[in-house]
């Protein structure tokens, strides 16, 4: 197991990056030991969650100019912030946490979801002239497993095949040029999160391990033992850790049959639901890294292209519960403080702007001059000047508010801008790892943040 | 923009201008073959390795086994096992040649060894089945797969793919990997095509100085966009760390002496004298990389090391060149090429296995994994169960090897990248999470689970469909008319099968103007979904099939294939399938030691020990599940996956 120290001993060795020999990194203590990302797939309207604007409720013939938020703004347990209604658990644990309402996403031109999610998890556009890895996989280098037998990066939620875009979701759904010993740990589906780690569905727990015994005798019989090549060691290793892993009481982890009924209700009988309480479960249980997607699938959940008022309303209901409970339960079982809990989508949305006000892209929804019809209402433009996100537990502060934008469209960061890199190095600060923290590829070093250069906000941590 | 790694450290740097006498000869352009030292071996590679392993004082390591010799050829040439048919002709063979005879059958089926090889080269190029990404990427496979069927020589294997002038030729390539929106500057296809031209090509790393001057070689900013400009119909503005400098790219190429045209020469004209810069015998830097990769393929490890840096000193300068001036006199022919590294001695010598020493010194070939691709189709050999590939149009299925499915997560977890970039070299180490898909993962688990069954002959073989639309997706024109013949039939299965939609759920699908009674004109289901139908006196069956145009929203995009079927189907295989499987089906045994016999001499290509058998006995393999376990326990067995 690599200890916390290990890692930090290494780091203060100034070679982390290898070759890449930036004595200016300090080690950092970390503030957190688990991360969870709870990711909004697909491109979560700003104004309609997290920071909303003016309500203007819907009339056949409104000008869609005059919409900003489809919804009312409610109020929150932090005096100073108002979040958008459909989300009222998430408004009562306000004051455990921080929201930042500028971060600007990458200015990549024509709106690609999957692109910007690759940049959003990896802190690079592609294509690149390597493999970037994705940010779990980086922590799961950096930091090792925080228990043995829990995989350090587990990935809960996306579905692989999603058609057109199932390839570059996959191209950074891992641990890139990293190797796979660093990649995620996938449960597909978590309402069937044991899937991952029983054995496959038509062999039982009992004939699972009489094949293991029969396999170890059978190598023995063949005089495995003495073959002593270092390969074939690391593969016998690598089965009986699978195995290990597999048959530990770790492994418990990922039923969430073992839950009370009333612990399910609470988190909602949906898919995200579901994997909101398994990260609660994993993250008792060990867990290094773990996002939770509420998938992307084009044109599904946050990715409102039409109809985006009813489809957020659906959409918050998904999550409200969730993430509230899950702020809820890690507190109450201690486990808030050393967790760094992020809400994160790769960019916002709006009515009318499709991607930056000062660089505008090519619309990919037509706006009608007046809104005739119900499905037309809501924010069906990708914007990428301003989205929010939200930081719980891991050191942050409480019921603290982070940039600000403006009032009126285009609604535009006016306080406190926040990129990639930057945000980047704040999450890996909150997990003690120097924003040039890298490894190196093909000779060339490669940092976490774009050519180890983020600054992590430290202003956002603090009592 | 500020410069990239401004708090980097400065590496000292090589410089090196045309050929002098001080430039060690891996580095010169000029290619000659040295003379071959005074040895009883004759074969040239044995004998320059004699010289080498007396100059080291190493004792050469004995030949490997014919039956490891044939188990190393048959997955080298064809990715595939020897069957254990082919494994005891040749151990019968009594000609004292057999090795070279076996290496010369082996090349000798082209469509065989194109189907191992293409994954090397679909790395190398990163050219991939089915792979599509939001912006332009072409696949070369076309092109690619007849090339090495044909064993195209190298150089003009490189001519096709660096000057695609015809409309057959593989532009693929240089298009690149792109997703729509903005480019860094150092990403675009141009700048694409010169990394990885000379990286894949000459063994030349330009992806630092894509954005600055190397720190790490000698290699310059303005190398990289004189590589580029070749590939470019326009001039190229030099930018540096993404920002415009102004100047304008001149056309020059890695090794000017070489030749070169001007910037603002046509597109055509430029492309034109790329494949010849590449390829020209004067160019003795192209086969040297070519000879030190394949080198890796059979060995495990190349003369240089790594690869992709063959300014690196090799540990053994004069093979590297006897064996590329070889491949340069005999026209770049790559099989030649591989018979000449197979008949060698070396080739057949027992793997080392203790860990590499520093400096390395050659002791033997290093044991190497078998590829996901290579592991895939082992089992799919092994039991006569292969993956399939389904058509869209109406139609049965034909068999696939592995490489031309999309990866699985299976594949993915045994190395097969993805090719985003191009992939020199995979990384094949174990690791638990691998290990983790070895021991629970569906794509094996499945593939054991039917196969076991099939080698005992307890596989029913699935019916074929009585009606098959294709696939329906919201684009499909009109209803699809069915209209099956069921006299005589009690029971039929309406199946709707889905094929990927973004929302199963939400998905309805319609057999509609049914000839059915009873209110059974019209039978709305889901996106996967059975009925079973009684239709005792009815002579045929007739229907319209397609889509309820409340699914047709883009946020559901279904894509559906309807079927019906006179028997219970088989979900894991609706479609009927053509053509045979690309090794012959094994024969049904239900002898426990025949079975035995038969895994042990597939997958390891030798017979059990008695010990071995007793320990397989234990699985009770004349049953399905003792053999789909004794299947998985052999395959996770090292003498299994590694060569």
């Given amino acids: ?463 | 923009m500020t410069r990239c790694f401004a708090s980097f450290v400065l590496f000292s740097t090589a410089l090196l201008a045309a050929d002098d006498n001080d430039t060690p000869t891996w580095r010169r352009m000029e290619l000659r073959a040295p003379a071959l030292p005074e040895s009883s071996a004759t074969h040239p590679v044995d004998r320059l390795l004699g010289a080498y392993f007396r100059s080291k004082q190493v004792t050469a390591a004995g030949s490997v086994t014919d039956a490891q010799f044939a188990r190393r050829a048959y997955l080298d040439l064809w990715g595939l096992l020897p069957t254990p048919e082919q494994l005891a002709a040749f151990s019968a063979d009594a000609n004292p040649r057999k090795r070279e005879a076996l290496v010369d059958i082996l090349l000798a089926d082209g469509p065989r060894y194109a189907d191992h090889w293409i994954s090397f080269w679909n790395d190398h190029l990163r050219n991939d089945e089915g792979v599509v990404y939001h912006g332009e990427r072409k696949s070369i496979t076309p092109w690619l797969r007849p090339a090495l069927e044909a064993n195209l020589a190298y150089d003009k294997f490189l001519q096709a793919l660096l000057n695609p002038a015809s409309k057959s030729d593989p532009d693929g390539f240089l298009i690149g990997v792109n997703w729509r929106g903005d480019i860094n500057a150092s990403q675009t296809p141009e700048m694409q095509a010169a990394q990885n031209t000379a990286q894949v090509f000459m063994g030349i790393n330009l992806k630092c100085n894509s954005c600055h001057d190397s720190f790490i070689s000698r290699w310059k900013l303005k190398d990289a966009y004189g590589l580029a400009t070749y590939f470019s119909a326009k001039p190229l503005e030099i930018h540096r760390c993404d920002a415009p400098t102004g100047q304008a790219a001149e056309a020059k190429f890695l090794y000017p002496e070489l030749g070169g045209v001007a910037a603002d020469a046509p597109l055509e004209v430029k492309r034109a004298e790329t494949a010849k810069l590449f390829t020209k015998a004067e160019n003795g830097r192209m086969p040297r990389v070519l000879v030190n990769r394949m080198w890796k393929m059979f060995f495990g490890r190349g003369i240089t090391e790594p690869v992709d840096d063959m300014d690196a000193r090799p540990w053994s300068p004069e093979l590297l060149d006897w064996l590329a001036a070889d491949f340069a006199a005999n026209g770049y022919d790559l099989r030649k090429l591989m018979r000449r590294i197979m008949t060698s001695d070396a080739y057949a010598m027992q793997a080392w296995r203790d860990a590499e020493s520093k400096p390395y010194v050659f002791r033997g070939p290093v044991p190497r994994r078998l590829s996901g691709e290579q592991f895939t189709d082992a089992i799919a050999s092994i039991t006569g169960e292969w993956r399939r590939l389904d058509p869209r149009q109406p139609g049965p299925a034909t068999y696939a090897r592995d490489w031309q499915i999309k990866s699985t997560a299976l594949g993915r977890a045994l190395g097969r990248p993805i090719r985003d970039q191009v992939i020199t070299e995979r990384v094949t180490a174990p690791t638990t999470l691998q290990a983790l898909e070895l021991v629970n993962g569906s794509t094996l688990a499945t593939l054991l689970h039917r196969g076991a069954q099939r080698m005992l002959g307890e596989l029913k073989p699935a019916p074929a469909p009585l009606f098959d639309s294709g696939q329906v997706t919201p684009g499909t024109k009109e209803l699809i008319a069915a209209d099956v013949d069921v006299a005589g039939r009690k029971k039929l299965w309406l199946v709707v099968q889905d094929v990927d939609s973004y929302d199963p759920a939400r998905t309805e699908a319609l057999w509609t103007e049914t000839n059915l009674p009873g209110g059974r004109e019209r039978i709305a289901s889901g996106a996967s979904s059975t009925n079973v139908l009684d239709v005792s006196g009815l002579d045929r069956f007739r229907a319209k099939v397609g889509l309820a145009e409340s699914s047709k929203a883009s946020d559901v995009n279904p894509r559906v294939r309807f079927f019906v079927f006179g028997e219970e189907p088989d979900p894991k295989q609706y479609l009927a399938v053509k053509g045979a499987p690309p090794v012959a089906v094994p024969p049904v045994l239900r002898n426990a030691d025949a079975l035995i016999d038969r895994v042990y001499r597939h997958a390891l290509s030798r017979t059990p020990s008695a010990a071995e058998r007793r320990a397989a006995r234990a699985f009770g393999v004349t049953k399905p599940d003792g053999l789909e376990d004794l299947l998985w326990a052999v395959a996770m067995s090292p003498e299994f996956q590694y060569i």
């Fill in chain 1, 1 to 463: 197991m690599n200890t916390r120290r290990e890692f930090l001993s290494a780091a203060a060795s100034a070679a982390v990056a290898s070759a890449a020999a930036n004595t200016t990194s300090k080690p950092i203590s970390a503030k957190a030991d688990t991360m969870i990302l709870l990711w909004m797939a697909g491109g979560m309207a700003q104004t309609e969650t997290f920071d909303p604007k003016r309500h203007t409720p819907f009339e056949p013939g409104l000008d869609p100019n005059r919409v900003l938020s489809t919804f009312k703004p409610i109020d929150t347990a932090v005096d100073n912030i108002k979040i958008s209604e459909g989300l009222e658990n998430i408004a009562k644990v306000m004051d455990r946490g921080t929201l930042i309402r500028s971060y600007q996403a990458g200015d990549l031109g024509f709106i690609l979801h999957s692109r910007h999610q690759y940049h959003w998890h990896t802190g690079y556009a592609p294509p690149q002239s390597v493999a970037a890895p994705h940010l779990g996989a980086w922590i799961s280098k950096a930091l090792g497993p925080r228990h043995p037998d829990m995989p350090a990066f587990i990935d809960v939620g996306q579905s692989l095949e999603i058609g057109a875009e199932s390839d570059s979701l996959k191209s950074f759904h891992t641990a890139g040029f990293l190797g796979t010993e660093y990649g995620p740990f996938f449960i597909t589906n978590p309402e069937d999160a044991m899937a991952a780690v029983r054995p496959p569905a038509h062999i039982s727990h009992e004939r699972f391990a009489a094949r293991y015994e029969r396999y170890k005798k059978l190598l023995e019989a063949g005089g495995a033992a003495e073959s002593g090549a270092q390969q074939q060691d690391a593969l016998r290793r690598a089965v009986d850790n699978a195995h290990r892993l597999l048959t530990s009481p770790g492994a418990k982890a990922f039923d969430l049959s073992l839950e009370k009924k009333e612990s399910i209700e609470k988190y909602g009988d949906t898919r995200f639901g579901r994997g909101c309480l398994l990260a609660r479960r994993l993250t008792e249980a060990g867990a290094r890294f773990i996002e939770v997607t509420t998938e992307y699938i084009p044109f599904r959940h946050w990715d409102t292209h039409e109809n985006g008022h009813t489809r957020a309303r659906v959409t918050k209901q998904m999550i409200d519960r969730p993430i509230a409970q899950l702020v809820l339960d890690l507190e109450e079982r201690g486990l808030l403080n050393r967790t760094l809990i992020v809400v994160a989508t790769e960019f916002g949305r709006d009515m009318i702007q499709e991607g930056k006000p000062d660089k505008p892209v090519k619309d990919q929804v037509k706006i009608p001059e007046k809104l005739q019809d119900l499905r037309q209402y809501g924010m069906h433009r990708h914007f990428t000047e301003a989205g929010s996100l939200l930081l719980f537990g891991g050191g942050v502060k409480n019921g603290h508010l982070y940039g600000v934008t403006a009032d009126e469209r285009p609604c535009k960061v006016v306080k406190d801008p926040i990129k990639i890199q930057d945000l980047h190095a704040t999450l890996y600060h909150a997990m003690g790892i120097p924003a040039n923290y890298g490894a190196e590829i093909e000779k060339r070093p490669f940092y976490v943040t774009k050519d180890g250069k983020g600054k992590a906000v430290t202003e956002l941590f603090g009592a």
